[in-house]
């Protein structure tokens, strides 16, 4: 049986983010799945204190609920940690999430992948010298247009291997409700790097900002908009600001902050509407989120921003690409005219191009 250690980021440290947790599960469930033993080490970039029992607990009985009780280990836990060089040097491979992942762990693995779920901003980061990452064996992107030339996303002299983002299907299975009625999103607000870019030429990456472009969407639209956002307490004028322009606003945290709620929200929605972030528009990185495709996989329309020129991605079956807000509003409304049409469009695309086990089998018989 292949041995897998997944290096995810972030998943105790914010257990509040229940799509967070998806987006490391879809790679986790394809890899049992396909026969594969799963092991998760997780990692903390924030704190570099003891991490707390309780969350422990809690993040070793998500796990559970996925089939992977006592196959997940918190970096700076003593009480899991123990046993984690032997888990290593069993390893087959390291499917690494981690961009700062310790070097001797890395080395400690037989074969090793890096996986950039980040596209475009992890290579300016490499190429500006802002992170190192230990040597792999393969890299793996997400990002369609990674090293590609012409293009602005440098290759950083890596081997990048571009790869589609994953959705288990057998656990997003298509939900079709014609009378669902909001089109909505989870996102954060704020972000980790909040400025990106040269000395010369900074600018705001944050989703906030991105999203001030498309505020008026309500307004030229009668489709009900709903945003679940991680909003801090000092973002109530912020949040004021958008229900003045009609859009529905939630706290990501009470509306989808388990797993289990993540995955129901986009359950009862209509459809997502969702935006980029700005290094996405600058890079031209033909970006998807992973976030969609679980809209997409419950048979939910998506409505995304135009991210850059895509081999694959359609526009006007299951997913529209908008770059102003009159496309986004007759995106809406081209949905809602043939609203089931539209659905089943959007799960044969989930299943056509970003089937997880598919996805993953790819990754497996690349790296071994």
């Known amino acids: ?85 032997d888990i290593l040097d069993q390893a087959d491979l390291l499917l690494n999430f981690n961009y700062h992942l310790d070097p001797e762990i890395v080395a400690a693995v037989g074969r090793t992948a890096l996986v950039d779920i980040d596209p475009g901003l992890l290579q300016f980061w490499i190429s500006r010298g802002f992170i190192s990452p230990a040597a792999h064996d393969l890299y793996f992107t997400t990002g369609e247009t990674v090293g590609r030339r012409p293009g602005p996303i440098p290759d950083c002299g890596l081997g990048w291997v571009q790869i589609r983002p994953p959705v288990c299907l057998a656990l997003w299975p298509y939900t079709h409700d014609p009378e669902a009625e909001s089109f909505t999103t989870v996102s954060s607000w704020w972000g980790e790097r909040d400025y990106v870019g040269d000395p010369d030429d900074y600018y705001d990456n944050t989703k906030r900002t991105a999203f001030f472009d498309f505020i008026d969407l309500p307004r030229v639209t009668d489709q009900p908009l709903e945003l679940a956002l991680f909003l801090a307490e000092s973002d109530g004028a912020d949040r004021r600001r958008l229900e003045e322009h009609g859009w529905r606003v939630r706290h990501s945290a009470e509306a989808a902050g388990s797993p289990e709620e993540y995955r129901a929200y986009v359950q009862r929605s209509r459809g997502e509407f969702s935006w980029a972030k700005a290094s996405c528009m600058k890079l031209q990185n033909a970006w998807v989120s992973d976030r969609s495709l679980c809209y997409l996989a419950s048979g939910k329309p998506v409505v995304v921003q135009h991210t850059g020129p895509s081999s694959f991605l359609p526009h006007g079956e299951g997913m529209f690409r908008y770059t102003t807000v009159a496309e986004a509003a007759r995106a809406l409304d081209s949905i809602n005219a043939d609203y089931e049409g539209q659905c089943r469009s959007a799960r044969r695309l989930a299943e056509e191009y970003f089937d997880a086990e598919t996805v993953v089998s790819g990754m497996l018989e690349r790296a071994l």
């Open 1 to 85: 049986m292949t041995r897998v250690v997944i290096a995810t980021v972030r998943l105790l440290e914010f257990m509040e983010g229940g799509g967070h947790f998806w987006a490391y599960m879809q790679y986790a469930e394809a890899l049992r799945r396909l026969g594969c033993e799963v092991y998760v080490l997780d990692s903390s970039i924030w704190s570099d204190e003891p991490p707390d029992p309780r969350r422990v607990r809690e993040l070793h009985d998500r796990m559970a609920r996925h089939g992977l009780a006592d196959r997940v280990f918190v970096a700076g836990n003593g009480d899991s940690g123990a046993a984690l060089p």
